[in-house]
């Protein structure tokens, strides 16, 4: 049998800024294209790192609450918007932006002023519009991290005045993978992995699967060298609060499920996708007004958005 190989079957940029990668890894052994798959899915999705906005602070502006004069958007929109800006960063440290203009404009992502080591992907990103000719002065704070973090669980959460946002620091949309059957002429038996990966544009699906593949490889290398226990000693204290799902704390309007589905699970207390998974899908169609529609609704976009199956 040969040795295991990889490349890369397509690569493509769509016009929202996501990026499409297929790759093959061939000539794998019964079992492996499984157990690899799997293992580059939950590395992908988990493990990879960004950087996202983590807090804004308003001139004049106290809490999520109040109004800016001359804006067309309240607070709260505001903060919505900016959560769909991808940010590409060459450093870890917390970093800071501004933004100050006069109206009436339409305030785009490429009017924050970034330092040298943050790029915006999408710099025609919306973020709000000023209709009179007040002045709008907003400071970002930016930060690095890994799957999602709420509001509450700020890394900078001492910083006075700054209204906080939930970040999404991962960079993976989607992976799926399919393992094929494949026969040589001597009917000897091996298979194949075929992994999609769709990126926010801050990776290319090639970085992603490098960078994961070199995680696997320095975790095991730990094993290897015999660090493991000493690492894990130190360290379980303080990271025994940490969830080991990175899907844990995403709060459930992520997910963007209609008025009627949502507005059941939040009076049933459902508010993270870390408390959905506690009701299996028998439970879930308990709840009331939440029918067999809402239901199908809430697995489908489960599976479509962040690739959970509830059995």
């Known amino acids: 049998m040969n040795h295991p190989y990889i490349k890369c079957l397509k690569s493509e940029k769509t016009e929202s800024g996501i990026i499409f990668g297929q790759f093959l890894i061939n000539s794998l052994r019964p079992g492996q294209g499984l157990t690899i798959g799997n293992l580059l899915r939950r590395v992908l999705l988990g493990d990879l790192g960004g950087t996202s906005i983590t807090g804004i602070r308003i001139a004049g502006i106290r809490d999520e609450f109040s109004v800016i004069i001359g804006v067309r958007e309240d607070i709260l929109e505001i903060l919505l918007n900016l959560k769909g800006i991808v940010l590409k960063s060459k450093t870890t440290e917390p970093q800071f932006g501004r933004l100050k ?43 690095h991290g890994k799957g999602y973090q709420l509001a509450g669980q700020s890394f900078s959460a001492k910083s006075e005045d700054f209204l906080q946002i939930d970040a999404i ?10 393992v094929e059957t494949v026969y040589d002429n001597s009917n000897n038996l091996s298979e194949r992995l075929i992994l999609d990966i769709w990126t926010n ?9 490098s960078q994961a ?27 025994s609060s940490i969830p080991m799902d990175p899907y844990t704390n995403i709060a459930i309007e992520e997910l963007q499920l209609s008025v009627r589905a949502y507005n059941c699970l939040k009076r049933a207390q459902i508010n993270t996708i870390g408390d959905l998974l506690e ?27 962040l690739g959970i199956i509830l059995k």
């Open 169 to 178: 620091f991962m960079p993976i949309k989607k992976v799926d993978f399919k």
């Open 201 to 209: 544009g801050a990776i290319t699906p090639e970085e992603a699967i």
């Open 213 to 239: 593949a070199q995680l696997i490889v320095k975790l095991f290398g730990t094993l290897v060298d015999n660090n493991l226990t000493s690492k894990i000693l130190e360290s379980s204290n303080k990271e």
């Open 279 to 305: 009701y299996s899908p028998e439970k879930l169609q308990q709840l009331k007004n939440f029918g067999r529609k809402s239901a199908d609704e809430v697995f489908v976009t489960l599976k479509t958005k």
């Open 101 to 143: 203009i006069q109206g009436p404009a339409i305030i785009t992502a490429n009017l924050i002023q970034l330092p040298s080591d943050l790029e915006i992907i999408n710099p025609n990103h919306y973020i709000a519009t000023i209709s009179t000719n007040n002045m709008v002065e907003i400071e970002f704070r930016f930060e």
